[in-house]
């Protein structure tokens, strides 16, 4: 599996504090049967990450994880606060792609704003390929599907948070969270992990346990593998 989403690199947001935290999450990724993850720390007005510092946090981990055997490959990429989002400019975006392709996680934010999804309309006449990361939080997507449906029909791809699917950010997002995947508007499933407890890392069981293991392979393996350059994207998804 493929883990598109995951604050797995030290030091850099409200992920794993050192490098050993940043270990501990790369083995119990590689115990849940993910062999790549993509490393995606904040990167907001209040949290300014940029592409070389990620880049070298990546090098230094890969080069952990090489010493101490996990079997885990790690590539560079950022969860891009929306309003952060719009205010970069197109090279700056592109520096924060997934895994050095085209598409960007930009996060649907958590609280309720008037511009959200022109926001992200904004960004994708701009361009952008955008994969909508955790909308099951966002009060813009929670009450009005239509508005996910309108993103997705203009190119978006959209990620929901595996522990949403059972229930861990309480029983509202997980009820918005299996409706969108009932209506075929979810692409991926990610982890979010933080570290190895309140937000731990894992994927396959959290898709079985909310019934939808007839879709794992696609969720975290087909279409991840195309949005990091492994496969062309699978049939019936068209890109921006």
């Given at each position: 599996m493929i883990d598109l989403h995951c604050h797995i690199l030290a030091g850099l947001d409200d992920g794993p504090a050192d490098l050993d935290a940043s270990l501990a999450m790369a083995r119990a990724h590689a115990d849940a049967g993910v062999r790549r993850v993509v490393a995606t720390p904040h990167v907001t007005c209040s949290m300014p990450n940029d592409a070389p510092g990620i880049a070298l946090a990546v090098a230094e981990l890969e080069l952990a994880l090489a010493a101490e055997a996990i079997p885990l490959r790690v590539s560079r990429g950022a969860e891009i606060g929306l309003a952060r989002a719009v205010e970069l400019d197109d090279p700056a975006l592109d520096a924060l792609a997934l895994a050095g392709g085209p598409w960007k996680l930009v996060e649907a934010p958590l609280r309720a704003g008037e511009d959200t999804a022109?926001?992200?309309?904004?960004?994708?006449?701009?361009?952008?390929r955008l994969l909508i990361a955790h909308p099951e939080r966002s009060p813009a997507f929670q009450g009005d599907p239509a508005v996910l449906t309108g993103l997705v029909a203009a190119g978006a791809l959209v990620q929901v948070t595996a522990g949403a699917l059972v229930g861990r950010f309480g029983a509202p997002v997980q009820r918005v969270a299996r409706d969108f995947v009932h209506r075929g508007l979810v692409h991926v499933v990610a982890s979010d992990a933080h570290d190895t407890t309140r937000r731990a890392p894992g994927l396959r069981a959290e898709i079985d346990a909310a019934g939808f293991g007839d879709r794992a392979e696609w969720l975290t393996r087909d279409v991840p593998a195309a949005l990091?350059?492994?496969?062309?994207?699978p049939a019936g998804l068209r890109a921006a």
């Open positions: 022109a926001d992200f309309r904004r960004l994708q006449r701009r361009g952008h990091v350059g492994e496969r062309q994207l």
